[in-house]
């Protein structure tokens, strides 16, 4: 194939493929990321060495190379860790960078995800952001920031940490430290993609970045302020994207609906997405409801959860055609607290059919999670105090929920499920987030009074539980 073919090739081009760039072949085995007619990442081979490539095409091709191509000079020639620069080339086809590939190698992403369930700033936690921090403290002392910044951006291999992505990287006065108003900004940017509750250790954290850069004093209020603003401008972002077709996620829209599921499920999903009513039929029912059913199925690929949101009539039509689907605010709330780091099952796909342009049956589809609910964890001890880290976990949740003025507006036992040492929560059909605060207290009292009134008042559980779970702000827990 000839570079230029790229451009109409699709999302998933056929493998294996071998591409001329230049004097010389790529074989490609594997995409690891792709822009439809714009850029594509990928593993191949090329003189017989593996190697990492970065094909741009189309018509901001030259665009693209150039940032790419600039970055990946700009962190050599500073002398930072990154990944060689094997060949690069642009024609009227398009441009390709080569870098060595890195074997082995995991993005301290992939780290993060097998902390990030543990108790804020555990010694796991503690290792992989304090190695981030100094990565990206060299960066930042050598002039340059990742205008992109996150954690996939890093990859370790043998102990060894990596500056990749060289697209993102721009420059203020190469060789000398970057300006503190920059630093903050972009440190900002990192710390936003955290879960809320470290932000209390964020000064702790610092301590890893000064002791490689300490150019600057770094105020810790503003870098704070910074941090909420980024990170309510990413949620916002993040949300707008779980609605359209993009990298992460495949939406396909016509008259007879919506299906949205995430892009590295569509294959395995595609079945199930066909035939979801076939599959509730043969599946294991959860729930058989007038508004709603919900089954345990099994895909090719794992154990699934489908929830079919049912129209009981005309009348319940009536109340429904007009507005979302209760799945796909569903889908929608299920990523907003995926990103908050509030557990909740991971939602796959969202199916919302449509007569006429008006809204029908509705499904969402997540992952099994074989958790058992809070009333049955806690049997045991409504005469008692259940085990100290399921209380703290308990906290910890009602204190998550309030931290991000959230509702979960049915919060009874069984929506409550214990999961890998923390709580998640299911059922989130009448989930919010509140703008103001008064209201959200008041919805935050009715969900902690839902909650309690799965034991007996007169028990010992419930006056330990109403007695240690927070009751709706920060200031009156304090």
Known sequence: ???????????????????????????????????????????????????????????????????????????????????????????????????????????????????????????????????????????????????????????????????IDGGGIRAETPGRPLSRERVLENLAVFFAQLPTALEPFIEELLVNYLLVNGAHALPLEALVDKTRLARDQRLASYLKKVGRDCTAFSVHRDQKGVVAVRRECEAELRVVLTDPDGFIAAGVALKR???ATVARVDS????????????????????????????????????????????????????????????????????????QDIIACFAPYVDGAPPEHELLALEQLLAALIRERISHGDLKGTNVLWLDGSWSLIDLDALQQHHDHARFRQAFAKDRERLLRNWPVESALYRLLDNRLPKGSMEQDA
């Open 289 to 291: 409801g007038g508004s």
């Open 300 to 371: 090719p690929e794992r154990p699934l959860v489908i929830k079919r949101y049912n129209i009981k009539g005309f009348m319940h039509w009536l109340k429904r055609f007009w507005r979302p689907s209760r799945a796909w605010h569903s889908w929608v709330e299920a990523h907003r607290l995926e990103l908050l780091g509030i557990a909740t099952p991971q939602p796959l796909a969202m199916i919302e059919r449509r007569r006429l342009g008006l809204r029908a049956r509705s499904y969402l589809i997540t992952d099994y999670v074989d958790g």
């Open 1 to 163: 194939m000839k570079l230029a073919q790229l451009r109409s090739a699709g999302r998933t081009p056929p493998l294996p493929m071998s591409i001329a760039l230049g004097a010389d072949e790529l074989h490609v085995e594997q995409w690891l990321r792709v822009l439809p007619g714009q850029r594509y990442v990928a593993r191949g081979q090329w003189r017989g060495v593996q190697v990492l490539t970065k094909l741009m095409v189309g018509d901001r091709a030259r665009r693209h190379f150039d940032r790419e191509l600039a970055g990946a000079q700009q962190l050599a020639a500073q002398q930072l860790t990154t990944p060689a620069l094997l060949d690069q080339g642009f024609s009227e086809a398009g441009g390709w960078l080569l870098f060595e590939y890195l074997e082995g190698a995991q993005s301290l992403h992939d780290a993060w995800l097998a902390v990030a369930r543990q108790l804020p700033l555990s010694e796991g936690q503690r290792d992989v952001l304090g190695s981030a921090l100094a990565e990206i403290a060299a960066l930042h002392a050598k002039g340059l920031w990742q205008s992109d910044l996150h954690l996939d951006n890093l990859v370790l291999q043998e102990q060894r940490l990596y500056l």
